[in-house]
């Protein structure tokens, strides 16, 4: 019997992430992805403080200690600020998009910035939300997004991933049948 695992550097924030980004008010935003780990988004006129206009959705383990961090790059002249909220859905939900997750962070920026947060995971997913915090529009870029354990934020490192095929028929895994 062969076991596969996928084993990764210390960023979590993967490409699927940024593939799994969705939101509301799809004729007043554009999101186009740049790399695996930033993107650029424009927020146009239309609704005010939607709790989301993009959303990513990453796993994380229960009661882990996490670090996101990120940097924000307004492209154009601003109008308005860029809500983030950084937070977990409860696990009885049954659709996320009904209601806006509990609450780890939640800021506004209408200039250039870094952005470091610390969280303790209180479901299977942290849930990170981009949206226009009031009137106006504008463009964002968002760069270097980290996903890592622990309470702080270290050095950005691109997302790697490796895939390890583990024979386990004759040796078993570790000692472990």
Not at 49 to 69: H, I
Request: net charge negative; proline share 4%; hydrophobic share 35%.
């Amino acid at each position: 019997m062969a076991v596969e695992l996928k084993v990764c550097r210390k960023n979590l924030w993967n490409k699927t992430a940024i593939d799994s980004a969705y939101g509301t008010n799809g004729t007043n935003y554009t999101f186009t992805s740049l790399t695996p780990n930033s993107f650029r988004l424009y927020l146009g006129p239309g609704s005010i403080d939607a709790w989301y206009n993009v959303k990513f959705v990453v796993p994380v383990r229960v009661g882990g200690t996490y670090s996101l961090s990120f940097k924000i790059k307004f492209i154009s002249a601003v109008r308005g600020s860029l809500g983030v909220r950084v937070g977990y859905f409860s696990s009885l939900k049954t659709n996320p998009a009904d209601t806006p997750p509990a609450e780890y962070f939640d800021a506004s920026y209408s200039s250039d910035a870094t952005v470091n947060v610390s969280f303790t995971a209180f479901d299977e997913a942290v849930v990170v939300s981009f949206y226009k915090r009031n009137n106006g529009e504008f463009t964002v870029e968002v760069h270097d997004i980290q996903l890592e354990e622990g309470s702080s934020a270290t050095w950005f490192e691109p997302y790697k991933e490796q895939k390890i095929t583990l024979d386990t028929d004759l040796y078993g895994l570790n000692g472990i049948y």
